[in-house]
């Protein structure tokens, strides 16, 4: 089946820092999805792409799609303790697929 | 206002019972899922309905019965209950005709079997 990888697993870092992770698959996406899930909570989409080479911001954080439309990363910059969570990608092909989503990536973020 | 919310949040039950969750969103949207996170945060799709009609039915086994009621609800019962069905449980909500992927997820329900 479709498969999604995430990079790192996990990861801690300082306050400050800037944090960057990825995604890859072996398949095509025509979308790509990052979310973030804080403790006790349901995953919040963080940022959508839909067009391959697209580059998005939301405040600190900046995602890509690939060129290859099987990758996607994304970029934390300047690191605050609520970026605490785990960041999932997700992958979406048409209206009536399933969204695959990422096993995560665990974000601990040291004060 | 709780745009999609499940409940109960927690449930602790004894493997064979039958127990159900309860999901309603206020978004107006026509799609809604369930999905099914384990210990280790993967997070896997079981169900997705669009306007009361099953649409994704992925391997699940027939223990767990979705029933939509109208597009606005969509309830989990499960049937009983092994072990392996401890889990936090995920309800989502997306607009179908525009469906790019992009889900509102409720806040969880937590299953415990004993």
């Known amino acids: 089946g479709q498969q999604l990888n995430q990079s790192p697993q996990s990861m801690f870092i300082q306050e400050g820092e800037d944090v960057s992770m990825n995604c890859t698959s072996s398949?095509?996406?025509?979308?790509w999805l990052w979310y973030k899930q804080d403790p006790g909570e349901g995953p919040v989409l963080l940022i959508a792409?839909?067009?391959?080479?697209e580059l998005t911001s939301n405040g600190r954080l900046t995602a890509q799609f690939g060129i290859t439309r099987k990758d996607s990363f994304l970029n934390i910059s300047a690191s605050i303790p609520s970026d605490v969570g785990i960041y999932f990608c997700?992958?979406?092909?048409?209206?009536?697929?399933?969204?695959?989503f990422g096993p995560g990536t665990s974000l601990s973020v040291i004060p | 206002d709780t745009a999609v919310s499940q409940t109960p949040k927690y449930l602790v039950t004894q493997m064979g019972n039958d127990k159900s969750i309860k999901c309603e969103q206020n978004?107006?949207?026509?799609?809604m899922y369930w999905y099914k996170q384990d210990s280790k945060k993967f997070l896997k799709i079981m169900f997705s309905?669009?306007?009361?009609?099953?649409?994704i039915n992925e391997t699940v086994p027939n223990r767990f019965s979705p029933k939509s009621p109208d597009k606005a609800h969509l309830n989990l019962h499960i049937n009983s209950l092994e072990l392996g069905d401890s889990a936090v449980y995920f309800c989502?909500?997306?607009?179908?005709?525009?469906?790019?992927?992009?889900?509102?997820f409720g806040e969880g329900s937590r299953l415990t079997v004993l």
């Open positions: 309905y669009n306007n009361k009609e099953l649409i």
């Open positions: 398949s095509i996406f025509n979308t």
């Open positions: 997700a992958g979406h092909k048409t209206s009536y697929d399933k969204v695959i």
């Open positions: 792409l839909y067009k391959a080479g």
């Open positions: 978004l107006g949207h026509d799609t």
């Open positions: 989502a909500s997306s607009r179908m005709l525009a469906n790019t992927g992009e889900l509102f």
